[in-house]
């Protein structure tokens, strides 16, 4: 009897150990104290590259657990959105373009929103002057959070219980993982700015973070636990709205219940067009990274740029000033298209981009005040983070999603851990100011209530012969559209491996300001010989951190994570 009742509870043991249930009781086998960043994965059931290596390792867990991509995707957002503070998040938004093993192909658009008491002026004193602080600092500056709807939209095309893809990310911020140097650091230099822009102190808060330290996030595990056992509404109703509009009350922000209420994710047919046979899908309005793509590509596209070389003088040349008539675009027309008309299908048409180019002179700079007025700076931080996952059943998943700047607004909410974004940034706070990426916009992207603020988010999926070649994406503010764009030209147009098109030095033109922006190991000749062409040439810090994943003719997916940060990728 005694051995009865001791194998009775063995197998009640081991099924709890191992149980795949909707509870989530289990979770994924990965250890958060220890574990290596792997840059470049060769496999054949599946593949993922993130940000970080936690969440690329979660994903593909998920995939051996019989998740398909989208599953994967949702588990790395969510692991993302633990490991990785500076831009995972559960308080900020993104979109999403995928294709499923069906052959469709499906964007997501889980941007913030403007709350309903926005308006256009809320940046401006009463003397015009624009206050840059409020939209990017605190809670004033903070967008109707889009993430969990996002997550729950892309759930339709998951297959495996949603508590399982939870899981990991509770059990993560609940036990805690061991930091990197970089973390530590990256999280030693936020100390003055959470002690501003907090009413409670956030976990985040300590006198020196070091390498291995444990982060461990028990406010931000229980708002995982509410998510997981009540859905959206775990987030957009109940204890954690709750908490959210306390948090607003206490720091004077804008979001009420019914703002959080009202928060919707759209399905959106994803911006799509052809270069030299391949079929690009990315993102449409309210991200410009689709249309400001499919701009510069075709303005390429007649150009035999290949036989010009990369990094030639030629190319960069035509390149940069492909950049920056694309971008001049993104400041006159882009915005939210539920509000204000934009003009997609001319500012793609040949006949319109034939004619952008005709002022091309392949000799000399176009000065910027050529095409538009203006003039102005950018600051640097640019914080936004990709996921790319592939499976074997032929879906493709590409999401980016963002807090906007490092660690968003920099205020967490009181009681429920997340960090709130401070996207309201992205809108134009006024025609002419330049949002901390730098970049203008007017009417197009003014501030309205409900309205979504313009993005540069680019995720992309690259088809060959109608099935996934390519699926790539980068967070860096206004240079995401431009690293997508590089990357690509480096495969398609220069037949460089997957690592070299990601690794090797990028640059970027955006228009206003008129200044080429280079990568430290950009080449010294021919930045010399663009500058005696007539360009500003500005060394910065790294650009992007692409994360891609490549179909090889063996059917085998190529991942490759970004050298330019932490980012890994995992394959099985
Ligand atoms: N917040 C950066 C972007 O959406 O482009």
């Not at 249930?21 to 958060?32: A, Q, R, W």
């Not at 991200?287 to 007649?302: H, P, R, T, V």
């Not at 000799?363 to 102005?376: F, Q, R, W």
Request: with cysteine; glycine share 8%.
């Amino acid at each position: 009897m005694q051995r009865i009742v001791y194998f009775f509870f063995l197998i009640v043991f081991i099924s709890a150990c191992t149980s795949t249930s909707k509870t989530g009781s289990s979770s994924v086998p990965i250890d958060p104290y220890q574990y290596k960043t792997v840059k470049k994965t060769i496999s054949s059931n599946g593949a993922v590259v993130s940000a970080h290596s936690l969440a690329s390792k979660t994903g593909v867990e998920i995939l051996k657990q019989g998740g398909n991509a989208v599953d994967a995707a949702i588990a790395t957002q969510l692991a993302l959105a633990v490991v990785y503070p500076n831009a995972g998040n559960l308080g900020g938004g993104g979109f999403m373009v995928a294709r499923l093993s069906s052959g469709e192909l499906i964007s997501l658009d889980f941007r913030e929103k403007a709350p309903a008491s926005a308006h256009r002026d809320m940046y401006l004193e009463a003397d015009g002057t624009p206050r840059t602080d409020k939209s990017q600092d605190g809670h004033l500056s903070v967008g109707v959070p889009g993430t969990v709807a996002g997550i729950f939209a892309e759930y339709k095309y998951a297959k495996l219980p949603i508590a399982k893809l939870i899981q990991p990310a509770i059990d993560l911020a609940e036990k805690g993982f061991a930091i990197t140097e970089n973390e530590a650091a990256s999280l030693n230099a936020l100390q003055t700015d959470l002690k501003k822009l907090n009413t409670v102190m956030p976990v985040f808060v300590k006198d020196k973070w070091k390498a291995g330290d444990t982060l461990v996030q028990k406010d931000l595990a229980q708002t995982l636990i509410r998510i997981r056992d009540k859905g959206a509404a775990g987030f957009y109703e109940g204890e954690t709205a709750r908490l959210i509009v306390e948090e607003m009350k206490r720091g004077h922000g804008m979001i009420t219940l019914e703002d959080l209420k009202n928060y919707d994710v759209k399905k959106r047919s994803p911006h799509v067009f052809t270069y030299k046979g391949y079929t690009i899908a990315g993102m449409p309005m309210p991200s410009s990274g689709g249309l400001l793509l499919n701009q510069m590509m075709k303005m390429i596209e007649d150009k035999n740029i290949g036989a010009m070389g990369f990094h030639s003088v030629q190319a960069v040349q035509l390149m940069t000033e492909v950049e920056r008539r694309a971008y001049a675009d993104r400041a006159e027309y882009m915005g939210d298209a539920d509000f204000y008309k934009v003009p997609v299908e001319k500012l793609r048409s040949d006949s319109y981009l034939q004619n952008r180019m005709k002022t091309w002179d392949p000799n000399k700079a176009t000065p910027s005040t050529a095409i538009e007025p203006g003039v102005l700076m950018a600051k640097e931080s640019e914080e936004t983070t990709h996921l790319s996952v592939i499976d074997k059943e032929g879906n493709a998943v590409s999401i980016t999603t963002t807090l906007n700047d490092s660690y968003g607004s920099r205020t967490v909410v009181g009681g429920a851990g997340f960090i709130l974004n401070d996207e309201m940034d992205d809108f134009s706070i006024k025609p002419g100011v330049p949002n901390m990426y730098g970049a203008v916009g007017g009417e197009a992207n003014a501030i309205a209530p409900g309205k979504r603020m313009l993005s540069s988010m680019t995720p992309t999926i690259v088809l060959k012969d109608n099935k996934p070649y390519i699926v790539v994406g980068t967070p860096g503010g206004t240079t995401i559209p431009t690293q997508v764009f590089q990357t690509l030209v480096n495969i398609l147009e220069f037949n460089m491996t997957t690592e070299d098109a990601v690794y090797k030095p990028k640059f970027h033109h955006q228009w206003l300001p008129d200044e080429i922006m280079v990568e430290k190991a950009f080449p010294e000749d021919v930045r010399n010989a663009l500058e005696k062409m007539g360009y500003t040439i500005r060394q910065r810090g790294a650009i992007g951190r692409t994360e891609t994943i490549r179909v090889l003719p063996d059917g085998r997916f190529e991942a490759v994570a970004d050298k330019r940060g932490e980012d890994a990728a995992e394959g099985w």
